[in-house]
């Protein structure tokens, strides 16, 4: 195998989410909107915009090494790929997505097992005949262009199964959930054959480990500061850290320098705090990895 890794960015909802996810693990991803083949500044890469739902039939054949997919699609193609790790993109939602099964108000389905001999719409048909086979319940599983919903409402099956992230709008549709089928969040997945190929299965978790990174600073934010010598234990009571803060000596013996990680949100409260405690000088900057 060549040194050269095809990649798949996915198309749609997480595409722009992941363009800035590669340039802050250190790649520039480039797209056009007339080109489903972005550009990347990396000569050992090439790039692909392919949507989620497809990623993964696309990974297995090994039209590309490696793709960033939904685990949903992954289980709905039941393809068989390697999963190499999750990503969790908390700045396009803080929620996982969640394929749920749904009746109306006043349905007197109260769990999966009602269902049997009724139908049920979705997008997901195969994941969803799986999870009723694999529980002996016969149901007809028909698939939805969209407007799922409605079909439910309109007496066009008997349930659906549906994505959603807070439920609100499943709510405001005067519908309810029934059960849970599937937690789902991105994946990277790789081609079996590629995974085995040592070039590429370093450069995969080369990739993954530099996400992930990327993705551990996402609202994180390093604070420096000098400090009074004696004032240390007291400053370090007050600022929270991945482990323990740096401290590191200045020129001046009676003061150092102190250093830390901590959530962006807690810094409005805890300067405050440091400058009572004598900090002065005190610095936030933004982190792009956190390895």
Not at 136 to 153: C, D, H, L, Q, Y
């Amino acid at each position: 195998m060549s040194n050269l890794l095809k990649f798949g960015i996915p198309k749609g909802s997480l595409e722009s989410a992941t363009v800035e996810l590669f340039r802050k693990a250190g790649w520039n991803i480039t797209l056009s909107s007339r080109s489903y083949f972005p550009s990347i500044d990396d000569d050992e890469m090439k790039c692909n915009l392919i949507r989620t739902q497809e990623m993964s039939k696309y990974v297995e054949k090994g039209t590309i090494d490696v793709g960033i997919a939904g685990r949903d699609w992954v289980m709905e193609n039941d393809s068989e790929v390697v999963t190499v790790c999750d990503l969790v993109y908390s700045k396009v939602s803080r929620r996982p997505a969640q394929w749920v099964l749904v009746v109306t108000q006043d349905s007197p389905v109260r769990s999966s097992a009602d269902l049997a001999g009724k139908t049920i719409s979705t997008e997901l048909v195969g994941f969803t005949k799986r999870y009723f086979a694999e529980r002996n319940i016969p149901v007809t599983v028909e698939f939805s262009w969209g407007a799922t919903e409605a079909k439910v409402v309109e007496g066009l099956c008997d349930a659906i199964v549906e994505v959603t992230e807070t439920g609100s709008t499943i709510r405001a549709n005067g519908l309810r959930i029934v059960e849970t089928l599937m937690t789902s969040n991105p994946v990277i997945i790789a081609n079996k054959s590629s995974w085995e190929d040592p070039w590429k299965r370093e450069k995969i978790n080369q990739i993954a480990t530099l996400l992930q990174s990327a993705l551990s600073a996402e609202n994180m934010v390093g604070l420096k500061m000098n400090a009074p010598k004696v004032r240390i234990d007291d400053i370090i009571k007050v600022l929270p850290s991945l482990n323990f803060p740096t401290v590191s000596n200045l020129y001046n013996a009676e003061w150092v320098s102190i250093e830390s990680v901590l959530n962006e949100k807690d810094v409005r409260r805890i300067i405050p705090e440091l400058l009572k405690t004598g900090a002065e000088g005190i610095i936030e900057y933004p982190l792009n990895k956190i390895i």
